[in-house]
């Protein structure tokens, strides 16, 4: 159905910047909603993002919001975060995801399909 790859991961210095892409393989790309997840060692995973089909609604958790940015190319089936004003509380890897729907969701159990995950790196 749907296969996820992340890259873009790195090491930055605080208030760096860094694009994660995640490239999906599968004809029903376009009609997944999508969502960013992290997960930091000895943390429950959290929500960080997430995008409808369409672009047309997106979301964002209080922690990342007006410094993090989702966004998609159905054309090029691939879904960006693009991450300014990093902090070092934003260490962990991060997670792309996709779901069996259009309409965007901020849990983790509502997607199905999952990638292997990037590192980002944030030192202060």
């Known amino acids: 159905q749907v296969q996820l790859v992340e890259s873009g991961g790195g090491l930055v210095q605080a208030g760096g910047s860094l694009r994660l892409s995640c490239a999906a393989s599968?004809?029903?790309?376009?009609?997944?909603?999508m969502g960013w997840f992290r997960q930091a060692p000895g943390k429950e995973r959290e929500f960080v993002a997430a995008?409808?089909?369409?672009?047309?609604?997106?979301y964002y958790a209080d922690s990342v919001k007006g410094r993090f940015t989702i966004s998609r190319d159905n054309a090029k089936n691939t879904v960006y975060l693009q991450m300014n004003s990093l902090k070092p509380e934003d260490t962990a890897v991060y997670y792309c995801a996709a779901r069996k729907a259009i309409y965007r969701t901020i849990h983790s159990a509502d997607y199905d399909y999952w990638g292997q995950g990037t590192q980002v790196t944030v030192s202060s």
């Open positions: 995008i409808n089909w369409s672009s047309s609604s997106t």
């Open positions: 599968g004809r029903t790309f376009s009609r997944n909603a």
